[in-house]
């Protein structure tokens, strides 16, 4: 069944203005930090600017003042070399001469006045003048300080909780953008059962979460029909990013072009949707031709039952196949790679894959982001549970990365974690955010408490000290 809908209703950045918020975590910070020291060197050139000119202007027009003053009394002394001139002249008789000069003198004087107001008048125009154009570039400065000040203020203070489409990342080259974690679901119908996993939805749409991500093998589809019933129960189809993965289930296991389709169309019933965001290859089947299932997965796109197609478990070689193919024979691209990545798994993105996740713009996305739960610290002893049971089977995941290493890297989570009054989770995970290329790792919680002490680590900033302590002690 095809499905015609409005784009727009789901969550996605505009393609010219959002790659900061896409685009993969601490490179957008260190760029912020650039932009907000020159914004605060432009707010000192302004104020320089605006105290320099008006104090140049000032002294310009006083100086005229003070030149005018001399030149009326110049001109007053011109008039007076004529009554001296009058006085000696044989020809003038005493009484014309003292007539004279006293009118002389009148004259002068009344010409000294008249110069001396008209250079008052001239400077005081002038002064007036100036402390306009001063004003103008006062008020132009003060702009200036107030626009930088909200600038920075928007780039220093990240995240932003409050406002849900500043939190989002863009996916890959997708129109998608996601949420800073994204809600894994393996455990829904084996560690949580269907209420606890209706909880931990709940909780997590509630802080802003809008990505979920299963897999039709996960609890053999109950995780897909659990989430099926809760979008339907809420009506939250169109404000989350749905995605699936498909291959490893008994029923239709493979990327052949029937197993394909035949997935698909199971998995929408089960979630009860008619369309997918986006669709992972859960592996990489290499006895399927990669043209017959990337052919499979066009139709997908064309028929509207799947939106954006991604891989999980490929390695750099075969993502390259893939894009050329795709590229040769238009066919759907990869937008997306999931790849175990976390302090103590970081040689297979960070050596092999991240020079061609680069390279496509593929949006990273890790799972197994904790370890197997071995970087929350609760399995520093010895294994426990029952043998056979899913707390002893989870230990035993965790128990490989327990060496000396692995110990290091707890002790520097504990400290770090110290510091800012958060769990070794969050920590790990605040980590991974700071990676170049990393778009959201998938956490997965089996109570909604665990939940809400991982999503703490959205809203924490390490610092470069303490992401280079990380990295020191974790490096292979």
């Avoid at 110049?74 to 003292?98: F, I, L, N, R, T």
């Avoid at 991240?354 to 970087?375: C, E, N, T, Y």
């Amino acid at each position: 069944m095809t499905h015609s809908r409005d784009d727009d209703a789901l969550p996605v950045l505009p393609r010219d203005g959002a790659e900061s918020l896409a685009q993969e975590g601490s490179a957008t910070r260190s760029a912020g930090v650039e932009t907000v020291g020159v914004r605060r060197r432009d707010i000192r050139l302004a104020e320089q600017l605006a105290a320099s000119a008006g104090g140049r202007e000032t002294h310009d027009v006083a100086s005229g003042a003070e030149d005018a003053a001399p030149a009326a009394v110049e001109s007053a002394g011109v008039e007076s070399a004529g009554v001296e001139a009058a006085k000696g002249s044989p020809a003038s008789s005493g009484a014309q001469v003292e007539a004279t000069a006293r009118a002389s003198a009148r004259v002068g004087a009344h010409v000294a006045t008249d110069a001396t107001d008209d250079a008052s008048f001239e400077a005081s125009r002038e002064a007036s003048d100036t402390a306009t154009d001063a004003e103008r570039i006062m008020r132009q400065a003060l702009e200036v300080v107030d626009r930088s000040i909200v600038a920075m203020a928007a780039d220093e203070t990240r995240p932003i909780p409050d406002i849900r489409s500043l939190r989002m990342r863009r996916l890959g080259d997708s129109e998608l953008a996601v949420f800073p974690l994204i809600l894994g679901a393996s455990t829904f119908g084996w560690t949580a059962g269907a209420d606890a996993s209706m909880a931990i939805l709940d909780a997590y749409l509630e802080a802003g979460g809008n990505a979920i991500d299963t897999a039709d093998s996960y609890s053999a589809g109950r995780s897909e029909t659990v989430i099926g019933t809760w979008l339907r129960d809420r009506g939250a189809r169109d404000r989350m990013v749905l995605s699936t993965k498909i291959a490893q289930s008994s029923e239709n296991p493979g990327l052949s072009a029937q197993s394909i389709a035949r997935s698909v169309d199971a998995s929408l019933q089960r979630l009860g949707v008619d369309y997918l965001d986006l669709l992972y290859f859960h592996l990489d089947d290499r006895a399927v031709p990669l043209e017959e299932s990337l052919t499979a997965a066009d139709a997908l796109v064309r028929s509207g039952k799947v939106r954006y197609l991604a891989a999980s478990g490929f390695d750099g070689d075969r993502l390259m196949q893939a894009r050329i193919l795709a590229g040769q024979l238009d066919l759907p691209r990869f937008v997306a790679v999931q790849v175990p990545y976390n302090l103590l798994q970081r040689e297979e993105f960070e050596q092999r894959l991240f020079p061609v996740v680069r390279a496509q713009q593929l949006a990273a996305v890790p799972f197994s982001s904790l370890a197997s739960g071995f970087l929350t610290g609760k399995y520093r002893g010895r294994v426990k549970g029952e043998r056979g049971s899913e707390a002893h089977s989870r230990a035993t995941r965790a128990a490989q990365f327990a060496s000396k290493r692995g110990f290091r890297v707890l002790d520097a989570l504990e400290d770090v974690a110290e510091e800012h009054d958060r769990s070794l989770a969050a920590v790990a995970l605040a980590w991974l955010l700071t990676k170049p290329l990393v778009t959201a790792p998938v956490v997965s919680v089996s109570r909604p408490e665990q939940l809400a002490d991982l999503l703490t680590a959205t809203r924490l900033n390490l610092t470069r000290h303490q992401v280079a302590l990380l990295d020191r002690v974790s490096a292979g």
